[in-house]
């Protein structure tokens, strides 16, 4: 098993018969010792694991297309670990769920937050990991279901409407019958007219739509959909532990402060996202006019959004914890600190590289008790020893 910045006896052994470094050589070491991915793809995307010792863990392809995991550091480090995605068993007792979740991604070769999802929707509504699990996964596909039709609605309805027709309530509530839908297709003839398609297509295109949102939803929807939901707790998420940073007295406020920033930088990034797709669906006639650009663009900004968000449901899980003292706050705020999603480098918007760099900035200045300020590593020669005596004083040892 490989870690990211190379630490562990081999590699002190073989620093112990290199020339020793210079100050800059120690510096492109630390550069390097950073877990920094540049791409959503070199980041990964979690996999929903119900063994604790995985918890944000995550899948991606190595460089011959084949599946492995990178691990947070066990021991509360910055480093991270990565080995081949069928070496999971051999480094943690996996529960039925997680070793059939892993068989499920194996095979399927998921790597997508979308594709990962759907994975674990598939496994977890069979009951395998528990009843609670089951009946997480059959709210989120329950929402998910409204929010497509009411998407289908709301589009239908602003489609006909910039063709010059209007559908009524009685036609609505049939919508779905073969009767309705033959209906909605005469009424979307005005609709056609001006998209160059015919009726049929139009109506494909808008289910279609109301598929692909099912995640996100529409703006003008009163429940919305599973990523929008998250991208406002996210934001209030950020405001929340950025107070309760600037007023606490503890060890942790630090990384309270540098939890906002990341949260804050995420969701403002995925917010200019989610700007665009409202501007795409404000105007449907348009978009069904261009179908083959627009439903490319569209797709690929509901990805990009699967991928800053990917990640923060669990952060928010554990700050839920905190706020109904299920957890000390002082807790998870370490453990919020140490598995923080961070937007990787090169997938940053022009509107948000000043703030990209200073929370990098933030996050390489990280310092904890006994831990090499440039490398991240534990300084051996800090770490005190069972045998070692603390003089605290005339009279006072503490052994």
Known sequence: MATANGSGADGAAMAGRRAPETASQKA????RSQYEPSTFLERGTVVPFTTRALAQCRVRLDDRERLEVVLPGFSGGKSVYVTAWASLPDITSLSIHDRT?????SREKAVSPTDI??????????GIGG??????SREELALAAEVRVSTRVMLLLDTVRRGGGEIGPELIAAI???????????????????????PLAVDWHIEELAALLGTLGLRSLPEPGRLRGLHTRMQEFAHAIDNWARTTVSDGAHIGRFSAMSAEHSAAVAGRAIVEVDRLLADPIRLMSSWEQSHTVLRSYLLRIAWLLDGWDYVLRIWDDAVAERMAIDVAVTEIGRIIPIVPAREVDADGGRRSVELFREYRSRVRIFEDWLS????????PRPDATVKLGPGRNMS
């Open 28 to 31: 492109a070491r630390a550069r």
């Open 101 to 105: 979740l892993t068989e499920i991604v």
């Open 117 to 126: 999802r759907r994975c674990w929707l598939q496994l977890a509504t069979t």
């Open 131 to 136: 009843q609670a699990l089951a009946e997480q």
């Open 176 to 198: 779905n019958t073969p009767d309705g839908k033959e209906k909605v297709r005469a009424v979307l003839a005005g609709t056609a007219d001006r998209t160059g398609l015919d």
């Open 376 to 383: 991240g590593d534990l300084d051996d020669e800090l770490i």
